[in-house]
């Protein structure tokens, strides 16, 4: 191989070496671009290999930001091609992830056990971890609380010990699987030492979920100042992200701690924004929710 083309392979894997260092760290605007442009230079290449792996690329992160439409049936071609175990893996690992945040959870764990059976072939130990922590997701989101669990302690198993937001994100799951089944102690060390994990990377992104969990945590065990401590940051972190998903949840947390908390027009605020913003036809919601225990619907996970 000559010195040029060594070069311009150096270019391509430094982009795709930027644009995963930026993932983890939250800024995936900045991701895609740079995903993009590695897209861009496989396909002046001509390399069918490196442009399916660029696409798959890119199309994690679009995923994340909710383009989720338009990249499935290309993916699957991807899959079906074949022709690439490492882009076998993403592409199957993408297509659970999309149908994760679709809601369609069988499909999702179709595609996830296929990615961890790939990752198991490559013997790449941190897609491996990823694709346990996939499978335990849709584990979780059908309320297989031990067998997520088992999932989440595998995905662990499989990571350096050391600090990453990879790690974190995991103990996230795993720290709320545990307090869902009254292992309340352990869950709630697990989600205190995700979100200082996350605060220590800077990731302020992914800081969401863990106060989410931990909103939910002391809402259970009814220590409604800190629940609405730390339901009110996420729900700021939500806003500026826009992430709708966490919005509601949020908004479900703070009413019920404010109405528990005997703060009835607190609740009542919170619980009208999210009839108008989320079910705007329902206009009994606000008062059903605050006749109701609140607590027995959320399933954060879900």
């Avoid at 292992?183 to 992914?206: D, K, T, W």
């Avoid at 806003?239 to 701690?257: F, M, P, R, V, W």
Wanted: charge should be neutral; charged fraction near 30%.
């Amino acid at each position: 191989m000559t010195d040029r083309v060594q070069g311009s392979l150096a270019v391509f894997d430094d982009l795709r070496r930027k644009g995963r260092e930026a993932v983890k760290e939250g800024r995936l605007e900045e991701a895609l671009e740079l995903y993009a442009e590695a897209l861009e230079w496989a396909r002046a290449q001509g390399d069918s290999r490196l442009i399916d792996r660029a696409f798959c690329g890119r199309t994690s992160v679009a995923i994340e930001l909710g383009e989720i439409e338009g990249s499935l049936s290309e993916l699957r071609q991807v899959l079906v091609r074949n022709n690439d175990p490492e882009n076998c893996f993403l592409a199957a690992y993408n297509l659970g992830r999309a149908y994760e945040l679709g809601k369609a959870n069988k499909k999702a764990l179709f595609y996830a056990r296929i990615a961890r059976d790939r990752a198991e072939a490559i013997g790449s130990h941190e897609w491996i971890a990823s694709a346990h922590n996939l499978i335990g997701n849709m584990l979780l989101a059908e309320s297989f609380f031990e067998e997520a669990c088992r999932e989440y302690e595998e995905a662990l198993q499989q990571l350096p010990v050391e600090p990453s937001v990879r790690r974190a994100l995991i103990l996230d799951n795993l720290g709320y699987s545990y307090f869902v089944q009254d292992r309340r102690n352990e869950g709630l060390r697990l989600l205190f030492q995700s979100l200082r994990m996350l605060r220590r990377f800077g990731a302020s992104r992914y800081e969401i979920f863990p106060r989410l969990s931990l909103c939910f945590a002391y809402l259970e065990i009814g220590r409604y100042e800190r629940a609405i401590r730390y339901g009110r940051r996420a729900l700021r972190a939500a806003e500026a992200l826009q992430d709708c998903e966490s919005i509601k949840n949020a908004l479900y947390l703070l009413g019920e701690a404010a109405n528990l908390s005997n703060d009835t027009d607190g609740a009542e605020l919170y619980f009208r924004r999210l009839q108008r913003d989320y079910y705007p036809e329902a206009d009994y919601l606000p008062d059903f929710l605050l006749a109701i225990d609140v607590r027995k619907l959320i399933h954060l996970k879900a």
